[in-house]
């Protein structure tokens, strides 16, 4: 009997001491959890200050450059990739690129109505581009404040309101050039194959000829050919436009009035994109930054900021 007893007590100490191992286990993988989660809340925590760090480094960059000289070109500092650079734990990369090197759709509205003007140099990137024109007109309806049809492209709430997930077009202008996920006739193949030539920046702006590429260059110049846009830009690498009379002067079949209304040597508004790797952590963020007018103010503004995947 006591032979029993002794081997049910040998038993139940056995059977204590594995549950004990197995909560101190337990406990254990729960506290390395915690840990790892904290290590990791404040890596992406020291990665997102290195990112605010790159933005203000590019904003610096862009408003020291505005301050310095009178034109943009590709051949400026702030034109040059940010190579990855080791700052302690992190790896720290960036661009800027001038947005002004594309059209801006919000430009299709001017003084509240319609831009003929403007339409016209969309549908012609459109077209260069192997788009329907017709987008063009979509666009539009989506940033003017009517209510009428622009054209057979064109599409305001009746058109919104009947799909199967129903909205309203937007009647005001665009934020990003994301957005036209929502315009009609736009799938992600259309935007994806426009969206390197257009932006959509909150005030109206020409486009800058010494950063622009010659598709856009052409929607705005159609009175020259290809091979002259083509000319044009390989010309501005060694000598870049000065003004828009310098332009004119090489651009002699281009109308003066495009050149005037459309086009400037000098850009204002500027994508910034910043990478960090901080440990196990990898972020991107993007941003358009805004700069003074002639580079003159006192500092630069984000417009938006936001998250890349």
Same mark, same amino acid.
């Given at each position: 009997?006591?032979?029993?007893e002794?081997?049910?007590?040998?038993?139940?100490a056995i059977l204590?001491?594995?549950?004990a191992?197995?909560?101190?286990?337990?406990?254990?993988?729960?506290?390395?959890?915690?840990?790892?989660?904290?290590a990791?809340?404040?890596s992406?925590a020291?990665?997102?200050?290195?990112?605010d760090?790159g933005l203000?480094w590019a904003r610096?960059?862009?408003?020291?450059d505005?301050?310095?000289?009178?034109?943009d070109?590709?051949?400026?500092?702030?034109?040059q990739?940010?190579?990855?650079?080791p700052?302690e734990?992190a790896?720290?990369?960036?661009?800027?690129?001038?947005?002004?090197?594309?059209f801006?759709?919000?430009?299709l509205v /001017?003084?509240?109505?319609?831009?003929?003007?403007?339409?016209q140099?969309?549908?012609?990137l459109?077209?260069?581009l192997?788009?329907?024109t017709?987008l063009?007109?979509?666009?539009?309806d989506?940033?003017?404040?009517?209510?009428?049809?622009a054209?057979p492209?064109?599409?305001e709430?009746?058109?919104y309101?009947?799909?199967?997930?129903?909205?309203?077009?937007?009647n005001?202008?665009?934020?990003?050039?994301?957005?036209l996920?929502?315009v009609?006739?736009?799938?992600?193949?259309?935007?994806?194959?426009?969206?390197?030539f257009?932006?959509?920046?909150?005030?109206?702006?020409p486009?800058?000829?010494?950063?622009?590429?010659?598709?856009?260059?052409?929607?705005?110049?159609p009175e020259?050919?290809?091979g002259?846009?083509?000319a044009?830009?390989a010309?501005?690498a060694a /000598?870049?436009f000065?003004?828009r009379a310098?332009?004119a002067?090489r651009a002699k /079949?281009?109308?003066p009035?495009?050149?005037?209304?459309?086009?400037?040597?000098?850009?204002s508004?500027?994508?910034?994109?910043?990478?960090?790797?901080?440990?196990?952590?990898?972020?991107a963020?993007?941003?358009?930054?805004?700069?003074?007018?002639?580079g003159?103010?006192?500092s630069?503004?984000?417009?938006?900021?936001?998250p890349l995947?």
């Amino acid at each position: 009997m006591r032979r029993a007893e002794r081997g049910v007590a040998a038993v139940t100490a056995i059977l204590v001491v594995a549950v004990a191992a197995a909560a101190a286990t337990w406990m254990l993988a729960q506290q390395s959890a915690t840990l790892n989660q904290a290590a990791l809340v404040a890596s992406r925590a020291q990665a997102d200050l290195y990112a605010d760090a790159g933005l203000d480094w590019a904003r610096g960059v862009l408003l020291a450059d505005g301050r310095e000289s009178a034109i943009d070109t590709l051949a400026e500092t702030w034109a040059q990739p940010l190579p990855a650079l080791p700052v302690e734990r992190a790896v720290v990369g960036g661009a800027i690129v001038d947005a002004q090197s594309r059209f801006n759709l919000n430009n299709l509205v /001017k003084d509240g109505a319609r831009s003929d003007a403007d339409v016209q140099i969309l549908r012609r990137l459109l077209e260069s581009l192997a788009l329907d024109t017709n987008l063009a007109e979509a666009v539009l309806d989506w940033i003017d404040t009517d209510s009428d049809a622009a054209g057979p492209g064109g599409a305001e709430d009746a058109h919104y309101l009947a799909l199967a997930r129903p909205h309203r077009a937007a009647n005001r202008p665009l934020v990003m050039v994301e957005e036209l996920h929502r315009v009609r006739g736009f799938d992600a193949a259309a935007i994806e194959r426009l969206r390197p030539f257009v932006t959509a920046l909150p005030v109206r702006t020409p486009v800058n000829a010494n950063t622009a590429g010659p598709e856009v260059l052409h929607a705005i110049l159609p009175e020259i050919s290809r091979g002259e846009v083509q000319a044009l830009v390989a010309g501005r690498a060694a /000598k870049p436009f000065r003004d828009r009379a310098d332009l004119a002067e090489r651009a002699k /079949k281009a109308a003066p009035t495009a050149i005037q209304a459309d086009l400037d040597v000098r850009s204002s508004h500027f994508l910034v994109a910043v990478a960090v790797s901080q440990d196990d952590v990898r972020l991107a963020v993007e941003a358009l930054v805004a700069r003074p007018t002639g580079g003159g103010g006192p500092s630069t503004a984000i417009i938006w900021r936001r998250p890349l995947a």
